[in-house]
Protein backbone atom coordinates (compact mmCIF):
# COMPACT_ATOMS: atom_id res chain seq x y z
CA UNK A 1 0.00 0.00 0.00
CA UNK A 2 1.30 3.15 -0.98
CA UNK A 3 1.20 6.78 1.30
CA UNK A 4 -0.84 9.48 -0.84
CA UNK A 5 2.51 11.17 -0.46
CA UNK A 6 4.92 9.53 -1.93
CA UNK A 7 6.73 10.90 -4.36
CA UNK A 8 7.84 7.73 -6.24
CA UNK A 9 4.42 6.13 -6.32
CA UNK A 10 2.95 8.80 -8.39
CA UNK A 11 4.36 8.08 -11.96
CA UNK A 12 6.37 4.86 -10.95
CA UNK A 13 6.79 1.73 -8.80
CA UNK A 14 8.52 1.87 -5.94
CA UNK A 15 12.17 1.63 -6.57
CA UNK A 16 14.52 -1.20 -5.18
CA UNK A 17 16.01 0.90 -2.22
CA UNK A 18 14.74 4.60 -1.18
CA UNK A 19 17.49 5.89 0.62
CA UNK A 20 17.47 8.44 3.30
CA UNK A 21 20.80 10.04 3.62
CA UNK A 22 20.83 12.53 7.15
CA UNK A 23 22.69 15.73 6.75
CA UNK A 24 21.00 18.19 8.58
CA UNK A 25 23.71 18.52 11.84
CA UNK A 26 25.53 21.77 12.18
CA UNK A 27 29.25 20.21 12.57
CA UNK A 28 30.09 22.72 15.17
CA UNK A 29 33.82 21.25 15.16
CA UNK A 30 34.86 22.05 11.75
CA UNK A 31 34.99 25.67 12.92
CA UNK A 32 33.38 26.50 9.40
CA UNK A 33 30.48 28.56 7.87
CA UNK A 34 30.61 25.90 4.96
CA UNK A 35 27.63 23.33 6.13
CA UNK A 36 29.57 19.53 6.92
CA UNK A 37 27.96 18.06 4.11
CA UNK A 38 29.56 20.71 2.07
CA UNK A 39 33.59 20.02 3.25
CA UNK A 40 35.30 18.62 0.05
CA UNK A 41 36.83 15.45 0.24
CA UNK A 42 38.77 14.59 -2.68
CA UNK A 43 37.04 17.67 -4.50
CA UNK A 44 33.89 16.63 -4.08
CA UNK A 45 31.60 17.27 -1.33
CA UNK A 46 30.99 14.92 1.00
CA UNK A 47 27.50 14.36 0.40
CA UNK A 48 28.30 13.85 -3.24
CA UNK A 49 29.88 10.96 -2.23
CA UNK A 50 27.34 9.45 -0.33
CA UNK A 51 24.93 10.46 -3.34
CA UNK A 52 27.64 8.01 -5.63
CA UNK A 53 27.63 5.33 -3.44
CA UNK A 54 23.73 5.08 -3.21
CA UNK A 55 23.81 5.72 -7.26
CA UNK A 56 25.91 2.76 -7.21
CA UNK A 57 22.85 0.85 -5.93
CA UNK A 58 20.61 -0.58 -7.48
CA UNK A 59 17.72 1.39 -8.74
CA UNK A 60 17.87 3.30 -6.14
CA UNK A 61 16.34 6.79 -4.75
CA UNK A 62 17.37 9.12 -2.44
CA UNK A 63 15.66 11.54 0.14
CA UNK A 64 18.35 14.13 1.61
CA UNK A 65 17.11 15.41 5.01
CA UNK A 66 18.64 18.95 5.43
CA UNK A 67 18.76 21.16 8.09
CA UNK A 68 21.89 23.30 9.02
CA UNK A 69 22.61 25.35 5.84
CA UNK A 70 19.63 23.75 4.15
CA UNK A 71 19.83 26.31 1.90
CA UNK A 72 23.12 26.32 0.46
CA UNK A 73 23.27 22.41 0.70
CA UNK A 74 19.87 22.44 -2.07
CA UNK A 75 21.97 24.70 -3.79
CA UNK A 76 24.98 22.69 -4.48
CA UNK A 77 23.05 19.93 -5.55
CA UNK A 78 20.29 21.77 -7.76
CA UNK A 79 21.68 19.85 -10.44
CA UNK A 80 20.77 16.85 -9.13
CA UNK A 81 16.92 16.96 -10.63
CA UNK A 82 16.15 13.35 -9.25
CA UNK A 83 17.16 14.22 -5.45
CA UNK A 84 14.52 14.93 -3.13
CA UNK A 85 14.66 17.11 -0.11
CA UNK A 86 13.51 17.63 3.34
CA UNK A 87 13.91 19.77 6.49
CA UNK A 88 14.32 19.07 9.64
CA UNK A 89 14.51 22.24 12.02
CA UNK A 90 14.98 21.85 14.75
CA UNK A 91 17.65 18.88 14.82
CA UNK A 92 16.20 16.67 17.32
CA UNK A 93 18.35 13.31 16.64
CA UNK A 94 18.65 10.77 14.22
CA UNK A 95 15.37 9.51 14.55
CA UNK A 96 13.59 12.53 14.36
CA UNK A 97 15.52 13.17 11.22
CA UNK A 98 14.23 9.97 9.69
CA UNK A 99 10.46 11.11 10.54
CA UNK A 100 11.04 14.21 8.38
CA UNK A 101 11.46 11.96 5.53
CA UNK A 102 8.67 9.79 6.25
CA UNK A 103 5.91 11.67 3.99
CA UNK A 104 8.78 10.95 1.24
CA UNK A 105 8.83 7.44 1.24
CA UNK A 106 6.46 4.44 -0.22
CA UNK A 107 5.29 1.93 1.79
CA UNK A 108 6.73 -0.95 0.07
CA UNK A 109 10.12 -1.88 -0.82
CA UNK A 110 13.04 -0.70 1.73
CA UNK A 111 14.44 2.05 3.12
CA UNK A 112 18.70 2.23 3.50
CA UNK A 113 19.43 5.24 5.85
CA UNK A 114 23.27 6.56 5.36
CA UNK A 115 24.36 9.60 6.81
CA UNK A 116 25.86 12.32 4.53
CA UNK A 117 28.83 12.91 6.94
CA UNK A 118 30.62 8.74 6.36
CA UNK A 119 31.38 9.22 2.94
CA UNK A 120 33.47 6.08 2.36
CA UNK A 121 31.16 3.86 2.74
CA UNK A 122 30.90 1.36 -0.52
CA UNK A 123 28.06 -0.05 -2.36
CA UNK A 124 29.17 -3.55 -2.10
CA UNK A 125 29.33 -3.30 1.79
CA UNK A 126 25.40 -2.26 1.95
CA UNK A 127 24.31 -4.76 -0.22
CA UNK A 128 23.94 -7.71 2.40
CA UNK A 129 22.37 -5.11 3.99
CA UNK A 130 19.23 -4.52 1.32
CA UNK A 131 19.17 -8.14 0.61
CA UNK A 132 18.37 -8.59 4.61
CA UNK A 133 15.90 -5.89 4.53
CA UNK A 134 14.09 -7.11 1.56
CA UNK A 135 13.93 -10.52 3.62
CA UNK A 136 11.89 -8.44 6.07
CA UNK A 137 14.59 -7.72 8.84
CA UNK A 138 16.48 -4.90 10.21
CA UNK A 139 19.68 -4.99 9.26
CA UNK A 140 22.51 -2.66 11.32
CA UNK A 141 26.09 -2.31 9.86
CA UNK A 142 28.62 -2.61 12.52
CA UNK A 143 32.34 -2.81 13.10
CA UNK A 144 34.72 -3.40 16.09
CA UNK A 145 37.07 -0.66 17.04
CA UNK A 146 39.84 -0.70 19.20
CA UNK A 147 38.94 2.83 20.55
CA UNK A 148 34.68 2.85 20.60
CA UNK A 149 34.63 5.72 22.71
CA UNK A 150 31.60 8.09 21.47
CA UNK A 151 30.11 5.68 18.80
CA UNK A 152 26.54 3.73 19.64
CA UNK A 153 27.23 -0.31 21.16
CA UNK A 154 25.82 -3.09 19.86
CA UNK A 155 24.16 -5.25 22.60
CA UNK A 156 23.59 -8.90 21.91
CA UNK A 157 21.96 -11.48 23.65
CA UNK A 158 22.93 -15.15 24.94
CA UNK A 159 22.28 -16.50 20.74
CA UNK A 160 24.44 -14.09 19.63
CA UNK A 161 21.40 -11.31 18.23
CA UNK A 162 21.54 -8.01 18.22
CA UNK A 163 18.48 -7.20 20.97
CA UNK A 164 19.48 -3.37 21.41
CA UNK A 165 21.91 -0.41 20.48
CA UNK A 166 22.85 1.96 23.59
CA UNK A 167 24.47 5.08 23.11
CA UNK A 168 27.75 6.04 24.49
CA UNK A 169 26.04 8.43 27.09
CA UNK A 170 23.30 6.13 28.02
CA UNK A 171 25.68 2.99 28.35
CA UNK A 172 26.14 1.15 31.76
CA UNK A 173 30.01 0.29 32.28
CA UNK A 174 30.04 -2.82 31.46
CA UNK A 175 27.91 -1.48 28.17
CA UNK A 176 30.85 0.80 27.22
CA UNK A 177 33.36 -2.63 27.44
CA UNK A 178 31.85 -3.76 23.78
CA UNK A 179 33.66 -3.12 20.91
CA UNK A 180 31.13 -3.77 18.50
CA UNK A 181 29.71 -0.13 17.35
CA UNK A 182 26.95 0.81 15.64
CA UNK A 183 28.07 2.59 12.09
CA UNK A 184 24.67 4.54 12.02
CA UNK A 185 23.53 2.93 8.52
CA UNK A 186 20.36 0.42 8.98
CA UNK A 187 18.09 -0.62 6.00
CA UNK A 188 14.63 -1.90 6.99
CA UNK A 189 10.97 -2.82 5.32
CA UNK A 190 9.68 0.82 4.67
CA UNK A 191 6.30 0.00 6.24
CA UNK A 192 7.93 -0.88 9.50
CA UNK A 193 10.36 1.98 9.86
CA UNK A 194 8.10 4.43 9.03
CA UNK A 195 5.99 2.69 12.17
CA UNK A 196 9.10 2.30 14.69
CA UNK A 197 10.22 5.55 13.68
CA UNK A 198 6.79 7.26 15.06
CA UNK A 199 7.13 5.55 18.13
CA UNK A 200 10.29 6.66 19.13
CA UNK A 201 10.73 8.44 22.74
CA UNK A 202 13.09 11.21 23.77
CA UNK A 203 13.79 9.68 27.31
CA UNK A 204 17.31 9.25 26.96
CA UNK A 205 20.99 11.38 28.25
CA UNK A 206 20.50 13.67 25.04
CA UNK A 207 16.84 13.74 25.17
CA UNK A 208 17.10 13.18 21.52
CA UNK A 209 14.96 10.64 19.39
CA UNK A 210 17.28 8.43 18.62
CA UNK A 211 17.15 6.00 15.15
CA UNK A 212 19.18 3.40 17.21
CA UNK A 213 16.18 2.54 19.15
CA UNK A 214 14.09 1.14 15.92
CA UNK A 215 16.30 -1.80 17.15
CA UNK A 216 14.69 -2.97 20.33
CA UNK A 217 11.34 -1.64 19.22
CA UNK A 218 11.88 -4.19 15.97
CA UNK A 219 12.92 -7.08 18.94
CA UNK A 220 9.58 -6.13 20.57
CA UNK A 221 7.74 -6.86 17.55
CA UNK A 222 9.78 -10.41 16.98
CA UNK A 223 11.00 -9.21 14.10
CA UNK A 224 14.90 -10.48 13.00
CA UNK A 225 17.87 -7.76 13.69
CA UNK A 226 21.09 -8.62 11.54
CA UNK A 227 24.44 -6.88 12.75
CA UNK A 228 26.38 -7.33 9.44
CA UNK A 229 29.98 -6.70 10.30
CA UNK A 230 31.99 -4.30 7.69
CA UNK A 231 35.32 -6.11 6.96
CA UNK A 232 36.64 -2.52 6.23
CA UNK A 233 36.84 -0.35 9.60
CA UNK A 234 38.08 2.80 6.81
CA UNK A 235 34.83 2.67 4.96
CA UNK A 236 32.82 3.68 8.13
CA UNK A 237 34.40 6.59 9.31
CA UNK A 238 32.62 9.58 9.55
CA UNK A 239 33.85 13.42 9.59
CA UNK A 240 33.41 15.55 13.01
CA UNK A 241 36.58 17.57 12.65
CA UNK A 242 39.48 18.57 10.39
CA UNK A 243 41.41 16.12 10.97
CA UNK A 244 39.31 13.24 10.51
CA UNK A 245 38.76 14.60 7.23
CA UNK A 246 42.44 15.02 6.33
CA UNK A 247 42.65 11.68 6.96
CA UNK A 248 39.87 10.43 4.97
CA UNK A 249 41.50 12.47 2.28
CA UNK A 250 44.61 10.47 2.71
CA UNK A 251 42.28 7.02 2.40
CA UNK A 252 40.44 7.91 -0.54
CA UNK A 253 44.22 9.42 -1.99
CA UNK A 254 45.20 5.50 -1.24
CA UNK A 255 42.23 4.29 -3.47
CA UNK A 256 43.38 6.60 -6.36
CA UNK A 257 46.82 5.50 -5.97
CA UNK A 258 46.13 1.83 -5.87
CA UNK A 259 43.29 1.94 -8.77
CA UNK A 260 45.87 3.60 -10.76
CA UNK A 261 48.72 1.41 -10.46
CA UNK A 262 46.45 -2.23 -10.80
CA UNK A 263 45.43 -0.04 -14.21
CA UNK A 264 49.21 -0.27 -14.92
CA UNK A 265 49.67 3.74 -14.71
CA UNK A 266 53.60 4.57 -13.36
CA UNK A 267 53.42 6.75 -10.20
CA UNK A 268 56.57 7.75 -9.15
CA UNK A 269 55.20 7.60 -5.93
CA UNK A 270 51.98 6.42 -4.86
CA UNK A 271 51.85 8.77 -1.78
CA UNK A 272 52.52 11.85 -3.60
CA UNK A 273 49.34 12.06 -6.19
CA UNK A 274 46.01 13.80 -5.55
CA UNK A 275 43.24 12.88 -7.53
CA UNK A 276 39.88 15.40 -6.81
CA UNK A 277 38.04 14.11 -9.26
CA UNK A 278 37.96 11.63 -12.41
CA UNK A 279 41.60 9.94 -13.76
CA UNK A 280 41.40 7.74 -16.92
CA UNK A 281 44.88 6.81 -17.99
CA UNK A 282 46.05 4.41 -21.35
CA UNK A 283 48.72 2.29 -21.45
CA UNK A 284 52.22 3.18 -20.02
CA UNK A 285 51.33 6.25 -18.92
CA UNK A 286 54.13 7.93 -15.94
CA UNK A 287 53.33 10.13 -13.63
CA UNK A 288 55.91 11.79 -11.43
CA UNK A 289 55.65 13.25 -7.40
CA UNK A 290 53.28 16.27 -6.58
CA UNK A 291 51.30 16.31 -9.37
CA UNK A 292 47.37 17.46 -8.35
CA UNK A 293 44.84 16.31 -11.07
CA UNK A 294 40.85 17.99 -10.68
CA UNK A 295 37.61 17.40 -12.92
CA UNK A 296 38.30 15.30 -16.14
CA UNK A 297 41.41 14.38 -16.73
CA UNK A 298 42.14 12.08 -19.81
CA UNK A 299 45.99 10.79 -20.24
CA UNK A 300 46.21 8.67 -23.26
CA UNK A 301 48.77 5.95 -23.93
CA UNK A 302 52.35 6.85 -23.21
CA UNK A 303 51.78 10.09 -21.64
CA UNK A 304 54.41 11.50 -19.15
CA UNK A 305 54.01 14.37 -16.70
CA UNK A 306 56.55 15.61 -14.98
CA UNK A 307 56.73 16.63 -11.13
CA UNK A 308 54.25 19.21 -9.50
CA UNK A 309 51.66 19.50 -12.56
CA UNK A 310 48.52 20.77 -11.83
CA UNK A 311 45.92 19.36 -14.56
CA UNK A 312 42.25 20.16 -14.82
CA UNK A 313 39.87 19.01 -17.22
CA UNK A 314 41.94 18.12 -19.76
CA UNK A 315 42.90 15.85 -22.15
CA UNK A 316 46.49 14.87 -23.22
CA UNK A 317 47.27 12.92 -26.41
CA UNK A 318 49.26 9.98 -26.86
CA UNK A 319 53.00 10.49 -25.83
CA UNK A 320 52.73 13.57 -25.02
CA UNK A 321 55.15 14.95 -22.62
CA UNK A 322 54.30 17.56 -19.87
CA UNK A 323 57.13 18.64 -18.25
CA UNK A 324 57.52 20.15 -14.14
CA UNK A 325 55.70 22.73 -12.70
CA UNK A 326 52.88 23.20 -15.78
CA UNK A 327 49.57 24.10 -15.04
CA UNK A 328 46.90 22.92 -17.80
CA UNK A 329 43.23 24.13 -17.39
CA UNK A 330 40.19 23.63 -19.72
CA UNK A 331 42.82 22.54 -22.63
CA UNK A 332 42.91 19.53 -25.63
CA UNK A 333 46.39 18.77 -26.53
CA UNK A 334 46.56 15.79 -29.41
CA UNK A 335 49.10 13.52 -29.49
CA UNK A 336 53.26 14.54 -29.23
CA UNK A 337 52.92 17.67 -27.24
CA UNK A 338 55.95 19.17 -25.22
CA UNK A 339 54.50 21.25 -22.69
CA UNK A 340 56.44 22.97 -20.16
CA UNK A 341 58.48 23.35 -17.71
CA UNK A 342 56.89 26.36 -16.16
CA UNK A 343 53.94 26.29 -19.35
CA UNK A 344 50.72 27.53 -18.57
CA UNK A 345 47.81 26.20 -21.20
CA UNK A 346 43.76 27.77 -20.01
CA UNK A 347 40.14 27.28 -20.78
CA UNK A 348 39.86 27.07 -25.00
CA UNK A 349 43.59 26.06 -26.10
CA UNK A 350 43.83 23.15 -28.94
CA UNK A 351 47.05 22.09 -29.51
CA UNK A 352 47.20 19.85 -32.54
CA UNK A 353 49.84 16.90 -32.56
CA UNK A 354 53.51 17.61 -31.74
CA UNK A 355 52.27 21.41 -30.88
CA UNK A 356 55.62 22.62 -28.27
CA UNK A 357 54.74 25.05 -25.71
CA UNK A 358 57.66 25.75 -23.51
CA UNK A 359 58.47 27.95 -20.31
CA UNK A 360 56.61 30.19 -19.01
CA UNK A 361 53.92 30.44 -22.15
CA UNK A 362 50.79 31.30 -21.67
CA UNK A 363 48.30 30.05 -23.79
CA UNK A 364 44.10 30.79 -23.86
CA UNK A 365 41.06 29.99 -25.80
CA UNK A 366 43.35 29.53 -28.86
CA UNK A 367 44.47 26.77 -31.47
CA UNK A 368 47.47 26.07 -32.74
CA UNK A 369 47.96 23.69 -35.69
CA UNK A 370 50.10 20.87 -36.16
CA UNK A 371 54.11 21.16 -35.47
CA UNK A 372 53.78 24.81 -33.98
CA UNK A 373 55.98 25.75 -31.53
CA UNK A 374 56.13 28.89 -29.13
CA UNK A 375 59.02 27.92 -26.65
CA UNK A 376 59.99 30.57 -24.27
CA UNK A 377 57.91 33.59 -22.69
CA UNK A 378 54.90 34.07 -24.78
CA UNK A 379 51.06 35.30 -24.46
CA UNK A 380 49.25 33.31 -27.29
CA UNK A 381 45.33 34.85 -26.63
CA UNK A 382 42.52 34.57 -28.25
CA UNK A 383 44.46 33.35 -31.79
CA UNK A 384 44.32 30.87 -34.36
CA UNK A 385 47.74 29.67 -35.20
CA UNK A 386 48.09 27.34 -38.26
CA UNK A 387 50.52 24.20 -38.75
CA UNK A 388 54.45 24.91 -38.69
CA UNK A 389 54.40 28.37 -37.16
CA UNK A 390 57.44 29.74 -34.76
CA UNK A 391 56.43 31.84 -32.66
CA UNK A 392 59.77 33.51 -31.14
CA UNK A 393 60.35 34.17 -27.32
CA UNK A 394 58.71 37.12 -26.12
CA UNK A 395 55.80 37.16 -28.42
CA UNK A 396 52.55 38.95 -27.03
CA UNK A 397 48.70 38.77 -28.60
CA UNK A 398 47.56 41.64 -27.62
CA UNK A 399 43.77 40.76 -27.59
CA UNK A 400 41.99 42.99 -25.04
CA UNK A 401 41.70 46.63 -25.95
CA UNK A 402 39.86 47.49 -22.24
CA UNK A 403 36.32 46.90 -23.36
CA UNK A 404 36.64 43.58 -26.01
CA UNK A 405 38.85 41.24 -26.84
CA UNK A 406 39.82 40.16 -30.46
CA UNK A 407 41.47 37.72 -32.57
CA UNK A 408 44.37 37.09 -34.06
CA UNK A 409 44.92 34.97 -37.00
CA UNK A 410 48.38 33.79 -37.81
CA UNK A 411 48.29 31.37 -41.13
CA UNK A 412 50.69 28.35 -42.07
CA UNK A 413 54.14 28.48 -41.85
CA UNK A 414 54.73 32.12 -40.89
CA UNK A 415 57.62 32.81 -38.64
CA UNK A 416 56.88 35.54 -35.61
CA UNK A 417 60.62 36.84 -34.93
CA UNK A 418 60.85 37.54 -31.03
CA UNK A 419 59.69 40.67 -28.62
CA UNK A 420 56.79 41.00 -31.15
CA UNK A 421 53.51 42.21 -29.94
CA UNK A 422 50.03 41.45 -32.58
CA UNK A 423 47.66 44.13 -31.70
CA UNK A 424 44.19 42.64 -32.43
CA UNK A 425 41.97 42.24 -34.95
CA UNK A 426 45.12 41.48 -36.78
CA UNK A 427 46.36 38.83 -39.69
CA UNK A 428 49.83 37.33 -40.83
CA UNK A 429 49.60 35.68 -44.24
CA UNK A 430 50.97 31.85 -45.02
CA UNK A 431 54.33 31.79 -44.63
CA UNK A 432 54.93 35.65 -43.27
CA UNK A 433 58.10 36.51 -41.51
CA UNK A 434 57.78 38.94 -38.90
CA UNK A 435 61.22 40.99 -37.62
CA UNK A 436 61.92 40.61 -34.08
CA UNK A 437 60.45 43.29 -31.96
CA UNK A 438 57.85 44.02 -34.49
CA UNK A 439 54.67 45.52 -33.21
CA UNK A 440 51.89 44.74 -36.13
CA UNK A 441 49.07 46.85 -35.92
CA UNK A 442 48.10 46.38 -39.57
CA UNK A 443 47.47 42.78 -41.32
CA UNK A 444 51.09 41.00 -42.76
CA UNK A 445 50.92 40.01 -46.44
CA UNK A 446 51.40 36.40 -46.75
CA UNK A 447 55.12 34.66 -47.59
CA UNK A 448 56.97 38.85 -47.05
CA UNK A 449 58.71 40.29 -44.23
CA UNK A 450 57.22 42.65 -42.09
CA UNK A 451 59.19 44.60 -39.48
CA UNK A 452 57.87 47.87 -37.85
CA UNK A 453 60.82 48.04 -35.87
CA UNK A 454 62.97 51.89 -36.52
CA UNK A 455 66.05 51.92 -38.48
CA UNK A 456 69.09 50.97 -36.91
CA UNK A 457 71.79 54.03 -36.96
CA UNK A 458 75.15 54.28 -35.97
CA UNK A 459 76.65 57.89 -35.26
CA UNK A 460 80.22 58.12 -36.25
CA UNK A 461 82.44 59.81 -33.74
CA UNK A 462 80.20 59.82 -31.00
CA UNK A 463 81.18 60.09 -27.48
CA UNK A 464 79.65 59.07 -24.30
CA UNK A 465 79.77 61.68 -22.09
CA UNK A 466 82.41 61.52 -19.07
CA UNK A 467 82.48 62.66 -15.10
CA UNK A 468 84.43 65.82 -14.94
CA UNK A 469 87.00 65.28 -12.28
CA UNK A 470 85.99 67.32 -9.65
CA UNK A 471 88.65 70.47 -8.56
CA UNK A 472 90.74 70.44 -5.80
CA UNK A 473 90.12 73.96 -3.71
C1 LIG B 1 25.17 8.21 15.75
C2 LIG B 1 24.48 6.97 16.34
C3 LIG B 1 25.53 6.10 17.01
C4 LIG B 1 26.60 5.73 16.01
C5 LIG B 1 27.20 6.97 15.38
C6 LIG B 1 28.12 6.58 14.25
C7 LIG B 1 22.23 7.66 17.01
C8 LIG B 1 21.36 8.02 18.14
N1 LIG B 1 23.48 7.38 17.31
O1 LIG B 1 25.66 8.96 16.84
O2 LIG B 1 24.93 4.92 17.51
O3 LIG B 1 27.61 4.95 16.64
O4 LIG B 1 26.18 7.81 14.83
O5 LIG B 1 28.79 7.69 13.73
O6 LIG B 1 21.77 7.59 15.89
N2 LIG B 1 21.64 14.26 12.09
C9 LIG B 1 20.53 14.88 11.56
N3 LIG B 1 19.60 15.38 12.43
C10 LIG B 1 19.73 15.29 13.76
C11 LIG B 1 20.87 14.66 14.30
C12 LIG B 1 21.81 14.14 13.43
O7 LIG B 1 20.39 14.97 10.34
O8 LIG B 1 18.83 15.77 14.46
C13 LIG B 1 22.65 13.71 11.16
C14 LIG B 1 24.00 14.39 11.30
O9 LIG B 1 24.10 15.47 10.37
C15 LIG B 1 24.95 13.26 10.94
C16 LIG B 1 24.22 12.01 11.41
O10 LIG B 1 22.86 12.35 11.49
O11 LIG B 1 25.14 13.17 9.54
C17 LIG B 1 24.74 11.48 12.74
O12 LIG B 1 24.53 12.44 13.73
P1 LIG B 1 25.48 12.58 14.97
O13 LIG B 1 24.96 13.63 15.87
O14 LIG B 1 26.90 12.73 14.51
O15 LIG B 1 25.29 11.15 15.69
P2 LIG B 1 26.23 10.48 16.75
O16 LIG B 1 26.00 11.09 18.07
O17 LIG B 1 27.62 10.45 16.23
CA1 LIG C 1 28.80 11.53 14.44
Same mark, same amino acid.
Given at each position: MNSAASPFSESSPAPAAQVVILAAGKGTRMRSRLPKVLQPLAGRPLLGHVLDTAHALHDARCVVVVGHGAQQVREAFAQETQLRFCEQ @????GTGHAVQQACPQLDDSGVVLVLYGDVPLVRAQTLQPLLDAAHAGALAVLTVRLAQPAGYGRIVRDAQGHVSRIVEHKDATPAELGIDEVNSGIIAAPAAALKRWVGQLRNDNAQGEYYLTDVVALARAEGLAVHGVPADDADELLGVNDRLQLAHLERVVQRRHAERLLRDGVTLLDPQRIDVRGELRCGHDVRIDVGCVFEGRVELADGVQVGPHCVLRDCSIGADSRIEAFSHIDGARCEAGARIGPYARLRPGTQLARDVHVGNFTEVKNSSLGE? @?????LSYVGDASVGARVNIGAG /?? /????DGAAKHRTVIEDDAFIGSDTQLVAPVRVGRGATLGAGTTLTRDAPAGELTVSRARQVSVAGWQRPRKQPSNPT
Open positions: @SPQLA @SKANH /TI /TCNY
